[in-house]
């Protein structure tokens, strides 16, 4: 069965504070790796997907990458509009439709 | 703004009610794909539809249940609701590399 785990739970940041979120994830073959930001009660906003070892893709102050095992979401000087749950989520060859298995997301809070 | 709408906003209802939370799919989008979003479990996949027929299915218990219209609007049925069905419910639409979610419908069961 496809896990996620996301660290840490929570993350608080000096605005200017560069660090990285983790996601650990086993799949029966993994289709892709999607990033998503979520802000409290609403839908989460999709910020990248990617696809194979060694991958990267970058977003303004965001960068994600991606191992056989685990990405990283690194970001670079954040600002406190930054602040919001960001989850992590893979989509296996072994799910029908294409369905996403989320992990409990990283809560991040910048302050001023 | 996603492209994907879903209505109503807020439901409040009571244990053993039935209710409709229905989700309009961005211009295009054939897929949808329905998740629960709970403080202990995170947010979960449910059921996915594409183009009108059942394509997989998940956590989805067997009180609840949904259907793509020919529209492609799609509509999930929640009933015999119990207070443990209190939660977010999304729907996301796209093609294989990426999902958009809607904004949410958040029940709670009183």
């Known amino acids: 069965e496809d896990q996620v785990t996301q660290s840490p739970e929570a993350l608080r940041l000096q605005e200017g504070e560069s660090s990285s979120l983790n996601c650990s994830y086993t799949v029966s073959g993994l289709r892709g790796l999607f990033w998503y930001r979520q802000d409290p009660g609403k839908g989460p906003e999709f910020l990248f997907t990617?696809?194979?070892a060694g991958e990267e893709k970058e977003k303004e102050r965001l960068k994600a990458t991606l191992t056989k095992k685990e990405s990283f979401l690194h970001i670079t000087a954040p600002k406190p509009e930054d602040s919001a749950t960001y989850l992590c989520?893979?989509?296996?060859?072994?799910?029908?439709?294409?369905?996403?298995?989320f992990g409990k997301g990283t809560s991040l809070l910048v302050t001023p | 703004d996603s492209g994907v709408t879903q209505t109503p906003k807020h439901l409040i209802t009571a244990t053993g009610q039935r209710v409709t939370l229905r989700c309009s799919p961005r211009?295009?989008?054939?897929?949808v794909y329905w998740y629960q979003q709970s403080l202990d479990q995170g947010l979960q996949f449910l059921i996915q539809y594409y183009n009108g027929e059942e394509r997989a299915k998940g956590n989805i218990l067997e009180r609840f249940s949904a259907q793509q219209f020919p529209d492609l609007h799609s509509e999930l049925n929640l009933s015999s609701l119990e207070l443990g069905d209190s939660a977010l419910y999304f729907c996301?639409?796209?093609?294989?590399?990426?999902?958009?979610f809607g904004p949410g419908t958040r029940l709670t069961v009183l």
């Open positions: 996301a639409t796209g093609g294989t590399d990426t999902q958009y």
């Open positions: 211009s295009g989008d054939l897929s």
């Open positions: 989520a893979v989509q296996g060859h072994s799910n029908s439709g294409y369905a996403l298995n």
């Open positions: 990617l696809y194979s």
